[in-house]
């Protein structure tokens, strides 16, 4: 079976640019989450949805950090503007009744 | 919010050797979770134990809720279970994941 997918799994950009990041999470799972990891600060939930609908953004950093849930299959996590500070490894989980199972991340390096 | 502190912070085993992790947290919680992080920063499952016992091959979990601990115990560690190991605990009333800093294992050949 498919784990869940990120994508990019790198990406280097100048600060100013925007910056959308990719999943799709386990096919069944009805909770997903979004996830920064730096070395300051550990990992950090900013993001869950339950059933393709935002419950608790109050991790989300910044009004520059968004994020949507067209369908149960796809979710997009956009930075706009990026700034250096942003730099970290991105994680997407699913979940379905407890579990969190994540992709590879996506690690970020704005310049 | 709930505070999750784990210990040791870093743990260096002799291949063979067996080892006991620790996860404390300050408030109820009816969700918690252990994890592996890889030396290639890849994020694995272990346990889902919100209370009890549980066994997977080399590796088990307790978690006393009553007690606010959770202990993940690796017997005869190989090199392969180096990485990071987080405790990650959902509180009664919220959703919200919050994650330890993590132990490090170092398993030496």
């Known amino acids: 079976d498919a784990g869940v997918i990120q994508s990019p799994r790198h990406e280097v950009t100048e600060m100013g640019q925007e910056v959308t990041l990719r999943c799709k999470p386990i096919?069944?799972?009805?909770?997903l989450f979004w996830y920064r990891q730096t070395m300051m600060r550990g990992l950090e939930l900013l993001i869950y949805f339950n059933n393709n609908v935002p419950i608790d953004d109050s991790g989300m950093p910044e009004d520059r950090f968004s994020a949507k849930m067209p369908n149960a299959s796809f979710s997009t996590l956009k930075i706009q503007p990026s700034e250096p500070r942003d730099s970290a490894v991105y994680f997407c989980?699913?979940?379905?009744?407890?579990?969190?199972?994540f992709g590879d991340g996506t690690r970020l390096s704005i310049l | 919010g709930i505070q999750v502190e784990q210990s040791p912070p870093d743990l260096i085993l002799q291949e063979g050797a067996n080892s006991t992790l620790r996860c404390n947290f300050s408030?109820?919680?009816?969700?918690l979770q252990w994890f592996h992080q890889n030396p290639w920063g890849q994020l694995i499952n272990l346990f889902y134990i919100p209370s009890g016992t549980k066994q997977n091959g080399r590796l088990s979990a307790t978690t006393v809720a009553t007690e606010r601990y959770s202990l993940l115990y690796i017997s005869s560690s190989q090199t392969t279970d180096s990485g990071v190991y987080f405790c990650?605990?959902?509180?009664?009333?919220?959703?919200?994941?919050?994650f330890g800093a993590g132990t490090r294992l170092t398993v030496k050949p």
């Open positions: 990650a605990v959902e509180r009664v009333d919220n959703n919200d994941m919050r």
């Open positions: 096919s069944g799972h009805d909770y």
């Open positions: 408030d109820s919680v009816n969700n």
């Open positions: 989980a699913s979940s379905f009744s407890g579990a969190q199972h």
